[in-house]
């Protein structure tokens, strides 16, 4: 499996101000990179967050992996089910 992977790690994303504030929260936008890792700093400087994009068969197995899920919080589709 062939999969791209991108830091945005110390990218000032909560930084940018265009007139009405600072962002609460900042999300990649655009169509999803299909078999991608983006990996970004969250905004309260408590680790990071990671946007998985993976064919279904593999996404499954990665989100039962208990190892990988001992070390962290799934949110978004994959949490709710």
């Known amino acids: 499996m062939r999969c791209g992977f991108s830091s945005w790690c110390r990218f000032p ?4 101000d265009f ?3 600072k962002p609460a929260w900042a999300a990649f936008g ?3 990179v299909k078999q991608s890792v983006f990996i970004v700093d969250r905004r309260d400087d408590e680790g990071v ?4 994009s993976l ?4 996404m499954e197995r990665l989100v039962r992996d208990e190892e990988l899920l001992s070390h962290v919080s799934l949110v978004g589709s994959q ?3």
Do not use: D, K, M, S
């Open 13 to 16: 994303v909560y930084e940018v």
């Open 19 to 21: 007139g009405w504030g």
């Open 30 to 32: 655009g169509p999803v």
């Open 49 to 52: 967050e990671v946007w998985v």
């Open 55 to 58: 064919e279904q068969e593999e």
């Open 79 to 81: 949490a709710r089910q």
